[in-house]
């Protein structure tokens, strides 16, 4: 169901608020540790992340188990499929305000592309637009991630439960969603506004390949420099058995 522009535009504006104060206050909340205090403004910046991840997976996990059953879609759902403009901005602005250019292009890339198809998509295609917040559920863990890494609890169980968890919801939320997402694209192309089908034709061809890269970057850090050794210590050991 269609909104009108003035509560879109208050939503964006309530959610960017709301996610600018969170920033502002969670370090009274969660106090950073003596390995994170070099860099208060991004432990501060994931927080607030997992707290929107938290939020909108949570709220789109509920939201499609409903999907085959609405018309259209009540204000909670709404509200949900609301929320990430406003913290996509806030995102945006506490990194162009505290990082360099050159560290963040990669994400201010990212949620430039996701809010302008965030923006095209939601007013008519809710059920996609939480379909594709899906995702977020997976970034709970990648935040949770860089939490344990900047509190310095990379050796330990948590991290690598964390890391497990992480590998197999990249997969199931987030390369699987993005799978669907291209697939229902191409589908109902002839149903989608030329405009809008483009952008999302387009960014699924941006984010697709970004999404790929960051799954093999978490790889390579959380499991290949564990395995590597693994598998050399295994194989040293066999060929020293076999010649004894």
Same mark, same amino acid.
């Given at each position: 169901?269609?909104?009108?522009?003035?509560?879109?535009?208050?939503?964006? *504006?309530?959610?960017?608020? *709301?996610?600018?104060?969170?920033?502002?206050?969670?370090?009274?909340?969660?106090?950073?540790?003596?390995?994170?205090?070099?860099?208060?403004?991004?432990?501060?910046?994931?927080?607030?992340?997992?707290?929107?991840?938290?939020?909108?997976?949570?709220?789109?996990?509920?939201?499609?188990?409903?999907?085959?059953?609405?018309?259209?879609?009540?204000?909670?759902?709404?509200?949900?499929?609301?929320?990430?403009?406003?913290?996509?901005?806030?995102?945006?602005?506490?990194?162009?305000?505290?990082?360099?250019? %050159?560290?963040?292009?990669?994400?201010?890339? %990212?949620?430039?592309?996701?809010?302008?198809?965030?923006?095209?998509?939601?007013?008519?295609?809710?059920?996609?637009?939480?379909?594709?917040?899906?995702?977020?559920?997976?970034?709970?863990?990648?935040?949770?991630?860089?939490?344990?890494?900047?509190?310095?609890?990379?050796?330990?169980?948590?991290?690598?439960?964390?890391?497990?968890?992480?590998?197999?919801?990249?997969?199931?939320?987030?390369? *699987?969603?993005? *799978?669907?997402?291209?697939?229902?694209?191409?589908?109902?192309?002839?149903?989608?506004?030329?405009?809008?089908?483009?952008?999302?034709?387009?960014?699924?061809?941006?984010?697709?390949?970004?999404?790929?890269?960051?799954?093999?970057?978490?790889?390579?850090?959380?499991?290949?420099?564990?395995?590597?050794?693994?598998?050399?210590?295994?194989?040293?050991? %066999?060929?020293?058995?076999?010649?004894?």
């Amino acid at each position: 169901m269609p909104m009108a522009l003035g509560p879109d535009l208050l939503l964006v *504006a309530g959610s960017f608020a *709301a996610f600018r104060l969170l920033n502002r206050g969670v370090e009274r909340l969660m106090p950073p540790p003596p390995s994170a205090r070099r860099n208060r403004w991004k432990w501060r910046n994931i927080w607030t992340s997992l707290a929107h991840s938290v939020l909108s997976g949570g709220g789109a996990l509920a939201g499609v188990q409903v999907l085959p059953y609405r018309t259209s879609w009540p204000p909670p759902s709404l509200l949900i499929a609301s929320l990430f403009p406003g913290y996509f901005l806030e995102d945006f602005v506490d990194m162009l305000c505290n990082q360099k250019l %050159h560290q963040s292009w990669e994400l201010l890339f %990212h949620h430039s592309v996701v809010s302008l198809l965030g923006g095209m998509l939601l007013h008519q295609y809710v059920g996609f637009a939480l379909v594709a917040l899906l995702v977020e559920i997976n970034s709970i863990f990648l935040h949770l991630r860089q939490i344990l890494l900047m509190a310095d609890l990379v050796h330990t169980t948590c991290y690598r439960l964390n890391s497990i968890i992480n590998l197999g919801t990249y997969v199931v939320f987030r390369i *699987a969603t993005l *799978a669907w997402m291209t697939r229902w694209l191409f589908l109902n192309r002839q149903h989608v506004p030329l405009a809008t089908y483009t952008v999302g034709t387009v960014g699924m061809a941006i984010m697709t390949p970004m999404n790929i890269i960051l799954f093999y970057r978490l790889l390579r850090s959380d499991f290949f420099n564990i395995v590597s050794p693994l598998l050399f210590w295994i194989c040293k050991h %066999h060929c020293v058995f076999l010649t004894s």
